[in-house]
């Protein structure tokens, strides 16, 4: 008798605490709201445009404040709550009018987003946006968990500040303009796997709501086909397992790639760290099934070598082979270096140079027709460059040339030559220029 009334007290207090129906709203004053944020006209469809393009330059330059900004007041949330509360309910009216705003939203989103991608000077991928590309199972507890909170402070009397803090936990915003990012600048792999995050978001939250709902134990509609909208519900859940497939397999690439690289530190500080010499540099190639590592300090003795070797499989690297680079190697590789170094100074000192030619070639038919104004008694000129050599000094100077013709060379006066040079460097924005007038 005194178990069963310590049990009725236990369940009491939990019901009281925990029992999510004791701040439950009038049903039908919460389903009233949820039909006001299903609808995308007026001031909900700007909104929702003005929020991507804040999102969208919040990617842009990488500021987490602007895009957590466009995420608080994005109004996205209302449809995809919208068709979770359909289906827990059975309605089939919300249900229609919910995915075709959801489908509006999400449409009119991503256009917005690409036109502003496509038209920003600068769109270079910045960390914020990359991170919306690889979605894990994370983002599925996220948005599950997210969208949880969302249906709870929807259905109850307290309306809080917990659907704007799910709007940002769930991020709907970035995955859609990294989507755009990717139509926009013609880089598919940023669409396809942006969009992906942003199904997950979605269908996971509709997936919360869903089951909120059923807790909550909110009415269902009696006057609706129950085997048409059983269908309807397991296509649903069919979307979910499959949308869950990607995610985990990511999910163990993740994991596995996480644990390969804690192998590979535990190996390279059991058996290379100490105080002669220091591993700069670890790579794992996981096509040829090869660990690359670059020592510097005191040469590591060829029987550390093998014993290292023969330990890999104590660190779940078996399949891996190890290469050492040290000592003279690491000096190759930096005099490699070196030399690529001095190579790319020297093409991109003959580019410079190369394009000087062409643009004094290009001057020659400007000038010629101009020189005829300013001095009618200068016929022709030619420009070349050329290199002269001075006996002190041992360093070859490049000038240019300057051949003008004239039927009356001996009528120029040493002023006339003196204005035309400072003209001809004036107009080839060259100081060392050699003229020549000839008849």
Not at 96 to 103: C, E, T
Not at 153 to 167: D, E, F, L, R
Not at 304 to 312: D, H, M, V
Request: hydrophobic share 45%; charged share 20%.
């Amino acid at each position: 008798m005194k178990n069963n009334f310590t049990k009725m007290r236990i369940k009491a207090v939990l019901r009281k605490y925990f029992d999510l129906r004791y701040d439950k709203d009038d049903e039908m004053l919460v389903l009233d709201e949820i039909r006001q944020g299903v609808s995308f006209r007026g001031a909900n469809l700007w909104i929702l445009i003005l929020a991507i393009f804040v999102a969208s330059l919040g990617l842009n330059v990488n500021s987490t404040a602007v895009i957590i900004g466009a995420m608080l007041i994005s109004p996205l949330m209302g449809p995809i709550i919208g068709v979770g509360f359909a289906v827990g309910t059975i309605d089939m009216e919300l249900l229609k009018r919910s995915f075709k705003n959801y489908l509006i939203a999400t449409g009119i989103s991503i256009l917005t987003a690409t036109v502003y991608w496509f038209i920003s000077p600068f769109d270079e991928p910045q960390s914020e946006l990359i991170a919306r590309t690889a979605p894990t199972l994370y983002d599925v507890l996220i948005a599950f968990c997210g969208g949880a909170a969302g249906v709870i402070a929807t259905c109850s009397k307290q309306k809080s500040n917990v659907v704007p803090g799910v709007a940002i936990a769930t991020a709907l915003m970035p995955p859609l303009c990294t989507a755009g990012y990717g139509l926009g600048t013609g880089q598919l792999q940023f669409f396809f796997g942006a969009f992906y995050l942003y199904f997950i978001n979605s269908v996971f939250i509709c997936m919360a709501t869903i089951l909120g709902v059923r807790f909550m134990k909110f009415k269902q509609k009696l006057d609706i086909n129950k085997q048409h909208f059983s269908k309807i519900r397991n296509k649903f859940l069919l979307i979910i397992a499959i949308t869950l497939v990607p995610a985990l397999v990511m999910t163990i690439n993740i994991v596995q790639d996480s644990l390969l690289r804690s192998n590979l530190n535990r190996f390279i500080h059991d058996n290379f760290s100490s105080a002669s010499n220091k591993i700069i540099s670890n790579e794992i190639n996981k096509k040829t099934h090869t660990i690359r590592l670059v020592s510097i300090g005191k040469e590591i003795t060829a029987s550390e070598i093998n014993k290292a070797k023969s330990s890999l499989n104590d660190y779940k690297l078996g399949k891996y082979s190890l290469e050492l680079l040290q000592g003279t190697q690491t000096d190759t590789l930096i005099a490699m270096d070196e030399h690529n170094i001095a190579l790319n100074k020297h093409i991109t000192e003959l580019e410079t140079e190369l394009d000087k030619y062409k643009r004094l070639e290009t001057l020659n038919n400007d000038l010629s027709n101009e020189i005829k104004v300013l001095f009618p008694d200068i016929k022709t000129v030619s420009l070349s460059l050329t290199t002269t050599a001075n006996t002190a000094d041992t360093a070859n100077k490049k000038t240019v040339m300057a051949v003008l013709t004239s039927d009356k060379k001996a009528n120029i006066t040493n002023e006339e030559k003196s204005k035309i040079l400072q003209w001809l460097q004036a107009r080839t924005n060259e100081k060392n220029i050699t003229l020549f007038i000839t008849e």
